[in-house]
Protein backbone atom coordinates (compact mmCIF):
# COMPACT_ATOMS: atom_id res chain seq x y z
CA UNK A 1 0.00 0.00 0.00
CA UNK A 2 1.28 3.60 -1.05
CA UNK A 3 1.55 5.58 1.56
CA UNK A 4 -0.41 9.32 1.03
CA UNK A 5 1.22 12.73 1.10
CA UNK A 6 0.41 15.71 2.85
CA UNK A 7 1.72 19.13 2.66
CA UNK A 8 0.99 20.62 6.23
CA UNK A 9 2.05 23.61 8.13
CA UNK A 10 2.32 22.24 11.64
CA UNK A 11 1.30 19.09 13.14
CA UNK A 12 -1.22 20.83 15.46
CA UNK A 13 -2.93 21.74 11.86
CA UNK A 14 -2.99 18.25 11.23
CA UNK A 15 -5.23 17.51 14.01
CA UNK A 16 -7.31 20.59 12.66
CA UNK A 17 -8.05 19.40 9.37
CA UNK A 18 -8.58 15.75 10.86
CA UNK A 19 -11.68 17.34 12.44
CA UNK A 20 -13.02 19.61 10.03
CA UNK A 21 -13.00 16.44 7.82
CA UNK A 22 -14.59 14.40 10.01
CA UNK A 23 -17.14 16.28 12.00
CA UNK A 24 -20.03 19.01 11.97
CA UNK A 25 -18.56 22.34 11.97
CA UNK A 26 -19.01 25.87 11.18
CA UNK A 27 -17.27 27.46 8.01
CA UNK A 28 -14.82 29.48 10.17
CA UNK A 29 -13.99 26.49 12.08
CA UNK A 30 -11.35 26.14 9.07
CA UNK A 31 -9.29 28.34 8.12
CA UNK A 32 -6.84 26.47 5.43
CA UNK A 33 -7.06 24.90 2.44
CA UNK A 34 -8.20 21.25 1.51
CA UNK A 35 -6.67 20.09 -2.01
CA UNK A 36 -7.11 16.65 -2.97
CA UNK A 37 -6.85 14.55 -5.97
CA UNK A 38 -4.19 13.65 -8.82
CA UNK A 39 -1.00 12.16 -8.01
CA UNK A 40 0.34 13.57 -11.51
CA UNK A 41 -0.79 17.49 -10.08
CA UNK A 42 0.52 16.61 -6.90
CA UNK A 43 3.97 17.82 -7.17
CA UNK A 44 2.82 21.64 -9.17
CA UNK A 45 0.27 21.65 -6.18
CA UNK A 46 2.25 21.43 -2.80
CA UNK A 47 5.24 23.74 -4.64
CA UNK A 48 2.74 26.48 -5.10
CA UNK A 49 1.23 25.58 -1.88
CA UNK A 50 4.43 25.91 0.09
CA UNK A 51 5.73 29.52 -1.69
CA UNK A 52 1.82 30.99 -0.70
CA UNK A 53 2.46 30.22 2.45
CA UNK A 54 6.12 31.53 2.73
CA UNK A 55 3.74 34.64 1.61
CA UNK A 56 2.46 34.49 5.47
CA UNK A 57 -1.18 35.78 4.74
CA UNK A 58 -2.76 32.55 4.88
CA UNK A 59 -1.91 29.20 6.00
CA UNK A 60 -0.08 26.58 3.95
CA UNK A 61 -2.91 24.41 2.14
CA UNK A 62 -2.85 20.74 2.80
CA UNK A 63 -2.27 19.12 -0.26
CA UNK A 64 -2.97 14.92 -0.66
CA UNK A 65 -2.54 12.51 -3.20
CA UNK A 66 -4.96 10.08 -3.71
CA UNK A 67 -5.51 9.86 -7.45
CA UNK A 68 -7.85 12.04 -9.55
CA UNK A 69 -10.71 9.71 -9.26
CA UNK A 70 -9.61 10.01 -5.30
CA UNK A 71 -9.99 13.58 -5.74
CA UNK A 72 -13.57 13.93 -6.88
CA UNK A 73 -14.88 11.21 -5.28
CA UNK A 74 -14.02 13.57 -1.60
CA UNK A 75 -14.55 16.95 -3.60
CA UNK A 76 -18.07 15.74 -4.19
CA UNK A 77 -19.44 14.38 -1.53
CA UNK A 78 -20.86 17.94 -0.17
CA UNK A 79 -20.53 21.29 0.62
CA UNK A 80 -18.66 22.82 4.30
CA UNK A 81 -15.55 22.58 5.44
CA UNK A 82 -15.81 19.30 6.35
CA UNK A 83 -15.07 18.70 2.61
CA UNK A 84 -12.25 19.70 0.28
CA UNK A 85 -12.17 22.77 -1.55
CA UNK A 86 -10.24 21.97 -5.13
CA UNK A 87 -9.53 19.01 -6.90
CA UNK A 88 -6.17 18.52 -8.94
CA UNK A 89 -6.95 16.06 -11.82
CA UNK A 90 -4.94 14.87 -14.62
CA UNK A 91 -8.25 14.27 -16.83
CA UNK A 92 -11.68 16.38 -17.23
CA UNK A 93 -13.57 15.71 -14.81
CA UNK A 94 -16.22 12.95 -15.95
CA UNK A 95 -20.02 13.79 -16.56
CA UNK A 96 -21.17 10.99 -13.94
CA UNK A 97 -18.72 12.88 -11.56
CA UNK A 98 -20.28 15.93 -12.27
CA UNK A 99 -23.72 14.45 -11.28
CA UNK A 100 -22.52 13.32 -8.24
CA UNK A 101 -21.48 16.43 -7.21
CA UNK A 102 -24.78 18.26 -8.11
CA UNK A 103 -26.48 15.34 -6.35
CA UNK A 104 -24.47 16.50 -3.16
CA UNK A 105 -25.42 20.34 -3.78
CA UNK A 106 -21.91 20.76 -5.07
CA UNK A 107 -23.47 22.96 -8.67
CA UNK A 108 -20.70 25.53 -8.54
CA UNK A 109 -17.73 24.30 -9.91
CA UNK A 110 -14.90 26.56 -11.81
CA UNK A 111 -12.26 24.42 -14.11
CA UNK A 112 -8.70 25.64 -14.71
CA UNK A 113 -6.26 24.14 -16.81
CA UNK A 114 -2.99 24.65 -15.46
CA UNK A 115 -0.43 23.34 -18.32
CA UNK A 116 0.07 20.13 -19.98
CA UNK A 117 2.16 16.63 -19.31
CA UNK A 118 3.11 13.74 -21.12
CA UNK A 119 2.36 10.30 -19.88
CA UNK A 120 5.92 8.30 -19.94
CA UNK A 121 6.92 4.48 -20.42
CA UNK A 122 10.10 4.46 -18.70
CA UNK A 123 13.32 2.52 -18.07
CA UNK A 124 15.99 2.75 -15.73
CA UNK A 125 18.57 5.55 -16.89
CA UNK A 126 21.11 2.65 -17.53
CA UNK A 127 18.95 0.28 -19.57
CA UNK A 128 19.27 0.26 -23.49
CA UNK A 129 16.21 2.14 -24.85
CA UNK A 130 13.81 0.28 -27.37
CA UNK A 131 11.29 2.18 -28.70
CA UNK A 132 7.49 1.25 -28.32
CA UNK A 133 4.57 1.56 -30.28
CA UNK A 134 0.92 2.20 -29.24
CA UNK A 135 -0.09 -1.55 -31.17
CA UNK A 136 2.95 -2.99 -28.99
CA UNK A 137 1.90 -1.87 -25.99
CA UNK A 138 -1.51 -2.64 -26.37
CA UNK A 139 -0.80 -6.22 -27.33
CA UNK A 140 1.72 -6.66 -24.39
CA UNK A 141 -0.68 -5.11 -21.45
CA UNK A 142 -3.98 -6.19 -22.83
CA UNK A 143 -6.23 -8.88 -20.77
CA UNK A 144 -7.20 -10.68 -23.89
CA UNK A 145 -5.31 -10.08 -27.31
CA UNK A 146 -5.68 -11.70 -31.19
CA UNK A 147 -4.23 -15.17 -31.82
CA UNK A 148 -5.04 -17.09 -34.62
CA UNK A 149 -8.21 -14.88 -35.32
CA UNK A 150 -9.63 -15.00 -31.77
CA UNK A 151 -9.10 -12.96 -28.66
CA UNK A 152 -7.60 -15.40 -26.06
CA UNK A 153 -5.48 -14.68 -22.88
CA UNK A 154 -2.49 -12.75 -23.18
CA UNK A 155 0.03 -15.15 -23.37
CA UNK A 156 2.97 -13.12 -24.25
CA UNK A 157 5.36 -12.93 -21.42
CA UNK A 158 8.60 -10.88 -23.03
CA UNK A 159 8.82 -8.09 -24.94
CA UNK A 160 10.32 -10.12 -27.97
CA UNK A 161 7.19 -12.22 -27.98
CA UNK A 162 5.45 -8.99 -29.05
CA UNK A 163 7.82 -8.64 -31.61
CA UNK A 164 11.29 -10.02 -32.16
CA UNK A 165 12.74 -6.44 -32.17
CA UNK A 166 12.21 -5.97 -28.51
CA UNK A 167 14.41 -7.11 -25.98
CA UNK A 168 13.74 -10.60 -24.46
CA UNK A 169 13.25 -9.15 -20.98
CA UNK A 170 10.32 -9.79 -19.05
CA UNK A 171 7.17 -7.53 -19.88
CA UNK A 172 6.99 -5.69 -16.23
CA UNK A 173 5.57 -2.53 -16.17
CA UNK A 174 4.14 -0.88 -13.14
CA UNK A 175 1.50 2.10 -13.96
CA UNK A 176 -1.36 4.32 -12.50
CA UNK A 177 -4.09 2.17 -10.48
CA UNK A 178 -7.91 2.97 -11.90
CA UNK A 179 -8.32 5.83 -9.43
CA UNK A 180 -5.82 7.99 -11.21
CA UNK A 181 -6.37 9.82 -13.92
CA UNK A 182 -2.88 9.13 -15.70
CA UNK A 183 -5.03 5.30 -15.94
CA UNK A 184 -7.95 7.08 -17.60
CA UNK A 185 -5.62 8.94 -20.11
CA UNK A 186 -3.20 5.82 -20.93
CA UNK A 187 -6.34 3.65 -21.78
CA UNK A 188 -7.79 6.43 -24.08
CA UNK A 189 -3.84 7.19 -25.82
CA UNK A 190 -2.10 3.88 -25.55
CA UNK A 191 -4.80 1.36 -25.27
CA UNK A 192 -7.71 2.36 -27.48
CA UNK A 193 -5.14 3.59 -29.94
CA UNK A 194 -3.11 0.13 -30.38
CA UNK A 195 -6.22 -2.05 -30.23
CA UNK A 196 -7.65 -0.09 -33.77
CA UNK A 197 -5.03 -2.30 -35.87
CA UNK A 198 -6.60 -5.77 -35.20
CA UNK A 199 -10.24 -6.48 -37.12
CA UNK A 200 -10.70 -9.04 -33.98
CA UNK A 201 -11.42 -5.47 -32.20
CA UNK A 202 -13.17 -3.74 -35.00
CA UNK A 203 -15.82 -6.31 -35.69
CA UNK A 204 -16.67 -5.77 -31.28
CA UNK A 205 -20.15 -3.74 -30.54
CA UNK A 206 -19.17 -0.36 -28.87
CA UNK A 207 -19.30 -1.63 -25.09
CA UNK A 208 -17.65 -4.91 -26.13
CA UNK A 209 -15.32 -2.88 -27.93
CA UNK A 210 -14.07 -0.63 -25.27
CA UNK A 211 -14.08 -3.60 -22.87
CA UNK A 212 -11.61 -5.31 -25.17
CA UNK A 213 -9.17 -2.06 -25.92
CA UNK A 214 -9.09 -1.25 -22.46
CA UNK A 215 -8.82 -4.24 -19.93
CA UNK A 216 -5.43 -4.42 -18.79
CA UNK A 217 -3.94 -7.94 -17.91
CA UNK A 218 -3.86 -8.97 -14.09
CA UNK A 219 -1.44 -11.45 -14.17
CA UNK A 220 1.36 -9.85 -12.31
CA UNK A 221 2.95 -8.38 -16.23
CA UNK A 222 1.20 -5.01 -15.14
CA UNK A 223 1.35 -3.57 -11.44
CA UNK A 224 -1.05 -1.25 -10.33
CA UNK A 225 0.34 1.99 -8.41
CA UNK A 226 -2.13 3.49 -5.73
CA UNK A 227 -0.69 6.61 -5.20
CA UNK A 228 2.80 7.53 -5.08
CA UNK A 229 4.78 7.50 -9.09
CA UNK A 230 8.16 8.63 -6.99
CA UNK A 231 8.24 5.07 -5.69
CA UNK A 232 8.14 3.45 -9.26
CA UNK A 233 10.79 6.12 -10.05
CA UNK A 234 12.76 4.11 -7.48
CA UNK A 235 11.92 1.04 -8.55
CA UNK A 236 13.45 1.43 -12.43
CA UNK A 237 16.52 2.69 -10.44
CA UNK A 238 16.70 -0.83 -8.89
CA UNK A 239 15.14 -3.25 -11.65
CA UNK A 240 16.64 -2.74 -15.19
CA UNK A 241 14.35 -4.82 -17.02
CA UNK A 242 11.40 -2.56 -15.30
CA UNK A 243 9.06 -0.14 -17.07
CA UNK A 244 7.36 2.71 -15.60
CA UNK A 245 4.31 4.58 -16.61
CA UNK A 246 4.05 8.25 -15.21
CA UNK A 247 3.64 11.85 -16.16
CA UNK A 248 7.21 13.62 -17.36
CA UNK A 249 7.85 15.59 -14.47
CA UNK A 250 8.75 12.34 -12.71
CA UNK A 251 11.09 11.88 -15.75
CA UNK A 252 12.50 15.56 -15.91
CA UNK A 253 13.34 15.80 -11.91
CA UNK A 254 14.73 12.34 -11.98
CA UNK A 255 16.81 12.29 -15.40
CA UNK A 256 19.63 10.70 -13.58
CA UNK A 257 17.52 7.43 -12.62
CA UNK A 258 15.05 7.02 -15.41
CA UNK A 259 14.59 7.93 -18.90
CA UNK A 260 11.45 7.89 -21.31
CA UNK A 261 11.67 5.63 -24.58
CA UNK A 262 10.14 6.60 -27.85
CA UNK A 263 6.15 5.90 -28.72
CA UNK A 264 5.39 5.93 -32.44
CA UNK A 265 8.73 6.82 -32.82
CA UNK A 266 8.40 10.25 -30.80
CA UNK A 267 10.54 11.36 -27.76
CA UNK A 268 8.43 12.62 -24.44
CA UNK A 269 10.50 15.62 -24.64
CA UNK A 270 9.44 19.25 -23.15
CA UNK A 271 9.11 20.81 -27.10
CA UNK A 272 7.26 17.70 -28.40
CA UNK A 273 4.68 17.54 -25.56
CA UNK A 274 4.26 21.46 -25.90
CA UNK A 275 3.67 20.99 -29.18
CA UNK A 276 1.53 17.91 -28.76
CA UNK A 277 3.84 16.00 -31.54
CA UNK A 278 4.05 13.47 -29.04
CA UNK A 279 1.14 11.12 -29.03
CA UNK A 280 0.76 10.93 -25.12
CA UNK A 281 0.18 14.69 -24.54
CA UNK A 282 -2.35 15.41 -22.45
CA UNK A 283 -3.28 18.33 -20.50
CA UNK A 284 -3.38 19.14 -16.42
CA UNK A 285 -6.29 20.79 -14.30
CA UNK A 286 -7.91 21.42 -10.98
CA UNK A 287 -11.30 22.71 -9.91
CA UNK A 288 -12.52 25.04 -7.37
CA UNK A 289 -15.81 24.72 -5.21
CA UNK A 290 -17.27 27.49 -6.09
CA UNK A 291 -19.20 27.60 -2.61
CA UNK A 292 -16.22 27.78 -0.24
CA UNK A 293 -14.21 30.59 -1.97
CA UNK A 294 -15.86 33.21 0.15
CA UNK A 295 -15.86 31.10 3.20
CA UNK A 296 -12.46 29.44 3.20
CA UNK A 297 -9.70 32.12 3.68
CA UNK A 298 -7.35 31.92 0.64
CA UNK A 299 -8.92 30.31 -1.96
CA UNK A 300 -9.36 32.95 -4.73
CA UNK A 301 -5.62 33.63 -3.68
CA UNK A 302 -4.25 30.36 -4.03
CA UNK A 303 -6.04 29.81 -6.99
CA UNK A 304 -4.14 33.52 -8.82
CA UNK A 305 -1.17 32.58 -7.19
CA UNK A 306 -0.87 28.77 -9.14
CA UNK A 307 -2.17 30.57 -12.77
CA UNK A 308 0.36 33.51 -12.37
CA UNK A 309 2.81 33.97 -15.14
CA UNK A 310 5.88 33.82 -12.31
CA UNK A 311 4.45 30.23 -11.30
CA UNK A 312 2.93 28.56 -14.39
CA UNK A 313 4.25 31.18 -17.30
CA UNK A 314 7.08 29.87 -19.72
CA UNK A 315 9.71 31.07 -17.35
CA UNK A 316 7.66 30.14 -14.04
CA UNK A 317 8.82 27.93 -11.07
CA UNK A 318 6.49 25.24 -12.30
CA UNK A 319 8.31 24.56 -15.51
CA UNK A 320 11.27 23.93 -13.53
CA UNK A 321 9.15 21.15 -11.73
CA UNK A 322 8.27 19.58 -14.98
CA UNK A 323 5.03 21.12 -16.27
CA UNK A 324 4.66 22.13 -19.59
CA UNK A 325 3.26 25.58 -19.78
CA UNK A 326 0.14 27.34 -21.88
CA UNK A 327 0.47 29.26 -25.01
CA UNK A 328 0.49 32.80 -23.11
CA UNK A 329 -3.05 34.08 -24.83
CA UNK A 330 -4.60 30.25 -22.88
CA UNK A 331 -2.67 31.15 -19.64
CA UNK A 332 -4.05 34.89 -19.86
CA UNK A 333 -7.52 32.58 -19.86
CA UNK A 334 -7.03 31.33 -16.83
CA UNK A 335 -5.65 34.43 -15.07
CA UNK A 336 -8.84 36.61 -16.04
CA UNK A 337 -11.17 33.34 -14.49
CA UNK A 338 -8.61 33.10 -11.41
CA UNK A 339 -8.93 37.29 -11.12
CA UNK A 340 -12.70 37.06 -10.97
CA UNK A 341 -12.73 34.81 -8.13
CA UNK A 342 -11.44 37.44 -5.99
CA UNK A 343 -14.26 39.93 -6.76
Request: charged residues 20%; glycine residues 8%; neutral net charge.
Amino acid sequence: MFTKHLVLATAAVVAGVTLAATGPASAESRDQIRIVGSSTVFPFSTVVAENFGKLGKFKTPVVESVGTGGGFKAFCVGVGPQYPDISNASRPIKDSERETCAKNGVTGITEFTIGYDGITVSVNAKTKPFPLTTKELWLALAAEVPVGGKLVANPYTKWSDVDKSLPATDIEVYGPAKVHGTRDAFNELVMDDGCKAFPEIAALQAEAKTKACQTIREDGAWVDVSEDYALVVGKLASSPDAVGVFGFSFVDQNKDKVHPLTVNGVEASFQNIASKKYPLSRPLFFYVKNAHVKTIPGIAEYVNEFVSTKAAGADGYLVDKGLIPLPPADLKKQQAAAAALLK
